[in-house]
């Protein structure tokens, strides 16, 4: 059977499709899904049968706050395999939260992207998981991306083939299929960035097949994708910066090999103005259509909605290790240059080469689009005033563009080198970079998004040099930690986040006796709760929970990529502990002063606590309190955290309160402390009596 291009594409995208279902039990959620799913539900729900409610579905087993009764599904699963019995198994998913349903979403909606992933998503865990029931709730989300992701790589075979020829399709959809942070985020980031990717891909193939074959049905095609992808994220309205530029070069080259009336060029396209308004037309009904929060005032909604992404978007202010001499922010550029692998990104150079250098026997400046495609996203994110967190996923449109240069590029190579060396030999030197690329990516699955490539010194050399954001995985680990709970942690045992939110792991990834809440930080108090904490730039020093932790404890379970830790599992408990700790009072001097309290010891020594009691009598409460420490009265360094708070040790409550204070160190050198208070005649100065305590060495 001969192998026609559209059937190699759809046999590379379901080979990706096949890989990325059996691995989806490897990924964890998104951080952003508790502020997705529910509404996508609620959405789908309401469309499907104009209810607003879930008053006639089966009750819930579980709750976000309190250990109920609830399915622990089994983490390691793809199929559903939980704790019930099959006839007691829950119907309902674990995201229809009658807290959140249509009535909540209506009227607090509009302060976020558009929900229409979030519908489609919810879709897919409604027929895979509440009617067929083939695979568990969670991951019946997931699907989604993974789907989407397999129809992409398919496309970048089928489009590049047919411009360079088979070899350049095939590297080209491999590069996107290896590409870690695509590679790895299909599998959990079905809400936003990879569903907008694939739409963005989509848009660009359908507009240029309209243009280059004159089809107005491709032109009516177009704007489905744009409306799906209007209704996942608003970056899509940035490709016409790509788009327009393109079809402006494409159309004066036609003109100029063409007659030249000018009048009678313009008579012949306008089909494109026509059709292209309601390509338009097309695309802003699936996005008003698909979110019921705009119908009743749309015209106020979306500005707000406009707000939303001006205020994310923008910042005021750049650091100054990526502005350079023209005021161009580099982070952007620095992050894709050290994340992507090196024979990407070294085909892909050769890629970009390749089509300047042929621009002229380009036909229909198909290199000139994919190089506006790439450039476009790249370089508004390199603007001064433009912000991104997390690294360089909310503008994923790149990947495709910089993977269909790598694909040219090889082929390219492969062109050249065919002539002296033997065909086989060289698609074995070209073969072989990217095996090792496979390689590597599978010694550290399922974490591909936190890859770091050999210039940088991979994710060790990023951390080294504190560049932004390394070890950023967004949650997806926190499912490798609980698969470890799963088989490890002892029965009725209690578990802690160091930081983040219970939503962040779902529940029903837990097993049924196990009692999760933040509460159960029991800090010095040692209650033995496991705390669990993903490890990145920044969370060093972010709260005392976690400093407690990295100073005093060994932790029991760690996720490691190239020899450093981005996840921590710790259980709170004396045999933990990496060095016997033995408290001592240290004698105190005490001192009022403009700004709060000051307290100098003898002698430097190592803080373990400070307690005070305090009269409430006469005195104001207090509005926010900083604790800071030094050596030599003119260095100092702040303890994380603002009073009053009850972070720093959660099982003792909120801290001061009720004539009482404990503030916990965790071995921080001083000499002198300071309490700095407002108003500075808080109750907190009515001091009692205090004692401080410090370690002995």
């Not at 380009?362 to 476009?376: E, H, I, M, P, R």
């Not at 942690?489 to 029903?508: C, G, H, Q, S, W």
């Amino acid at each position: 059977m001969k192998l026609t291009r559209l059937k190699i594409a759809l046999l590379l995208g379901g080979t990706f499709f096949v890989f990325g279902l059996i691995t989806l039990p490897h990924y964890g959620i998104n951080w952003d899904t508790i502020n997705h799913l529910p509404r996508g539900q609620a959405y789908l729900r309401y469309i499907l049968t104009r209810k607003t409610n879930y008053n006639d579905l089966p009750t819930l087993y579980y709750d976000w706050n309190v250990r109920q009764q609830w399915p622990n599904q089994n983490p390691d699963s793809l199929a559903i395999d939980t704790s019930l019995p099959a006839g007691e198994q829950a119907e309902r998913s674990f995201y229809q939260l009658s807290a959140a349903d249509f009535t909540y979403f209506i009227n607090k909606d509009g302060d976020g992207h558009p929900p229409l992933s979030d519908i489609l998503s919810s879709a897919f865990n409604s027929v895979l998981f509440g009617r067929l029931r083939l695979i568990n709730d969670i991951d019946a989300y997931r699907v989604y991306g993974v789907f989407l992701a397999s129809c992409l790589v398919g496309l970048i075979y089928y489009w590049v083939s047919k411009e360079y020829g088979k070899v350049a399709g095939f590297f080209a959809s491999l590069s996107l299929a290896i590409y870690p942070l695509f590679w790895a985020e299909s599998h959990f980031n079905n809400e936003k960035d990879i569903p907008e990717t694939v739409f963005w891909s989509f848009m660009f193939f359908s507009i240029w097949q309209a243009i280059v074959r004159k089809s107005k049905r491709w032109l009516l095609v177009s704007g489905i994708f744009f409306g799906l992808a209007l209704g996942t994220k608003f970056n899509i309205l940035f490709s016409v910066l790509a788009i327009a530029p393109w079809l402006l070069i494409y159309k004066l080259k036609e003109f100029w090999q063409g007659d030249r009336q000018l009048g009678k060029f313009f008579k012949a396209n306008l089909w494109i103005i026509g059709f292209g308004v309601l390509a338009i037309i097309i695309g802003l009904a699936i996005f008003f259509g698909s979110w019921p929060y705009l119908w009743d005032d749309p015209m106020n909604k979306v500005a707000t909605v406009f707000g939303f992404y001006k205020n994310i978007g923008t910042t005021t202010g750049a650091d100054p290790r990526f502005v350079g001499k023209w005021i161009i922010n580099t982070f952007v550029i620095q992050w894709i240059v050290y994340t992507t692998p090196l024979p990407i990104l070294f085909f892909s150079f050769l890629g970009m080469l390749a089509v300047l250098f042929s621009i002229k026997k380009d036909k229909n400046l198909t290199g000139v689009l994919f190089a506006l495609w790439l450039f476009v996203p790249i370089a508004r994110a390199s603007l001064p005033n433009v912000s991104t967190y997390g690294g360089v996923r909310q503008l994923m449109e790149y990947i495709p563009a910089l993977s269909i240069f790598s694909g040219i590029g090889v082929a390219s190579f492969y062109k050249l080198a065919l002539s002296r060396v033997n065909k086989y030999l060289v698609l074995l030197v070209v073969f072989v970079p990217f095996v090792w690329t496979i390689t590597t990516l599978v010694k550290i699955h399922p974490n591909e998004n936190v890859y770091f490539n050999e210039i940088i010194g991979s994710l060790s050399g990023a951390k080294d040099k504190e560049f932004p954001y390394w070890g950023f995985s967004f949650g997806s680990p926190y499912r490798q930690a609980a698969s470890w709970l799963y088989k490890n942690a002892e029965k009725d045992a209690t578990v802690a986040f160091t930081y983040d939110l219970i939503p962040n792991l779902p529940r029903i990834w837990l097993r049924q006796d196990l009692n999760m809440h933040n509460s159960n930080r029991s800090g010095y108090l040692m209650k033995g709760e496991y705390a669990v904490g993903l490890v990145y730039a920044g969370t060093k020093d972010r709260s005392h929970y976690e400093q407690y932790l990295e100073n005093l404890l060994e932790p029991v379970y760690e996720v490691k990529v190239d020899g450093v830790a981005i996840l921590k599992i710790w259980k709170n408990d004396k045999q933990y502990l990496k060095r016997p700790l033995t408290e001592a009072k240290i004698k105190t001097k005490m001192t009022k002063t403009e700004a709060g309290l000051r307290f100098e010891f003898p002698d430097t020594v190592s803080l373990s606590r400070l307690e005070i009691d305090y009269s409430e009598n006469n005195c104001k409460p207090l509005i926010s309190g900083l604790v800071r420490t030094s050596i030599d009265s003119n260095n100092w360094k702040m303890v994380p955290g603002v009073l009053p708070d009850d972070w720093r040790i959660t099982g003792i409550g909120e801290q001061p309160s009720n004539g009482k204070y404990i503030e916990p160190f965790v071995g921080q050198k001083a000499k002198y402390m300071d309490l700095l208070l407002d108003p500075v005649d808080t109750c907190l100065k009515n001091v009692q009596k205090f004692d401080v305590y410090y370690f002995l060495e």
